[in-house]
């Protein structure tokens, strides 16, 4: 494939593989989305709803109605929000709850940071594709809560969850796969992510100085300066808890730290951020990719991450990398038949996964959708520069956003 193609087949990834299968399957009558599709297609009524999985929904359609302007998509984005703004947040104590039971009703009322950032996510996307003044309301109110309740005042940081009344709480894991600790790279990483986006629509001061405390969190804390490679768990005082490597999120911040900087529009905090930008691409081993079981968000991931790359920096190897995943991802892990991405692919014989989830409180469409939607913002933005310097106004660079 090459870079002229990759629109085009972003375009039919999403609109006719990803968007389709969570229009028609996931929707529930009784309002929102149900928690669960199996991987075998079956539907779960009876399955808890999570606020990420409608979050990320709440997010990927307002994104998709922003840049490809389907009403169809506005109607889901708008179904998302209403149910986040009427069943999922607190009205006495704010923030968002973790779980809903079916009918709608709180089922775990904890909460967790890393669910407050993604409905800031989902609600600033909402207001950016929209206008929409309430959506953007409720961010901002949910930046606050983070800022008032979880901020560590003396040590810098985010602290992981909370009880429904912003207490003590034993459990702070974000799943059972993750360490008990009280601060986390995932975390930190998605509260980047979800100012950055708010920034968009709301260039407030305060909310820039805490982008760039993010920024630098992630070069002075949690970046390993030997390896390049992103400590994952901390306890307060920035103490690496556990030595492990998470490939997906080092892709993954890659291109979000750069995306915060770029955003914010500060050429001193660009020049910091860009050589970590490039060291951190550079030592995540995309060939892991073919080797191991990664899941379907990582392949995403390394997509725009090595995309990114290519198209600030001109480098033809991250191109490549980011094309033969892709190639990758449309021989193996889309279902053909019923939509979506699998899992992931077992090995050796690149099987689909079927056990997993295809939507569910982790299977959402957030990181396959946002793949498609970041190569076709970004190929348009370089074609525009491009068209730009064959009438002798612009570079033929790689632009920023």
């Known amino acids: 494939m090459q870079p002229s193609d990759f629109v085009s087949a972003a375009r039919t990834m999403l609109t006719e593989v990803i968007l389709p299968f969570w229009m028609t399957r996931m929707p529930d009558p009784r309002g929102g989305f149900y928690g669960r599709i199996d991987g075998l297609g079956n539907v779960h009524p009876e399955a808890e709803k999570g606020a990420i999985l409608n979050a990320r929904i709440l997010w990927t359609f307002s994104a998709a109605y922003r840049i490809l302007g389907d009403p169809a998509y ?229 997509v725009v991450g090595y995309y990114n790359v290519w198209q600030h920096f001109g480098d033809a190897e991250a191109l490549d990398k980011a094309l033969n995943t892709w190639n990758f991802i449309e021989s193996h892990l889309v279902d053909r038949q019923q939509g979506e991405w699998f899992w992931s692919v077992t090995l050796p014989d690149y099987a689909p996964n079927r056990v997993e989830d295809k939507a569910g409180f982790w299977k959402c469409p957030y990181h396959n959708s946002r793949a498609c939607l970041e190569i076709i913002e970004r190929s348009h933005a370089i074609l525009c520069m491009h068209e730009l310097y064959l009438h002798g106004r612009e570079k033929p660079l790689h632009p920023s956003r």
């Not at 912003?166 to 986390?184: H, P, V």
């Not at 993010?214 to 970046?223: A, E, N, P, T």
């Open 74 to 302: 506005l109607d889901m984005a708008t179904r998302a929000k209403c149910a986040l703004l009427d069943n999922f947040f607190d009205p006495e104590y704010g923030g968002v709850y973790w779980s809903l039971h079916p009918d709608g009703t709180p089922k775990d009322t904890k909460k967790q940071i890393y669910a407050l950032g993604f409905a800031i996510y989902g609600l600033s996307e909402y207001a950016r594709a929209t206008g929409d003044k309430s959506s953007l309301a409720h961010a901002i109110k949910l930046f606050f809560d983070i800022e008032n309740h979880s901020f560590d005042t003396e040590r810098n940081g985010y602290f992981e969850a909370f009880t429904r009344e912003w207490g003590e709480i034993a459990d702070m894991r974000l799943s059972d796969k993750d360490a008990n600790e009280r601060k986390t790279m995932n975390t930190h990483l998605h509260i980047l992510e979800p100012y950055t986006n708010l920034y968009r629509v709301w260039p407030d001061a305060r909310l820039a100085a805490a982008i760039r405390n993010l920024i630098d969190i992630f070069v002075d804390r949690i970046l390993d300066p030997q390896t390049f490679h992103l400590r994952l768990f901390f306890d307060d005082d920035w103490t690496s808890k556990v030595d492990k490597t998470s490939y997906g999120h080092d892709i993954e911040a890659s291109w979000l730290l750069h995306e915060a900087a770029l955003v914010l529009g500060d050429d001193a905090l660009l020049a910091r951020v860009e050589p970590v930008v490039r060291a951190v691409a550079q030592q995540a081993d995309s060939d892991i990719l073919y080797h191991s079981s990664c899941q379907w968000w990582e392949y995403a991931e390394t």
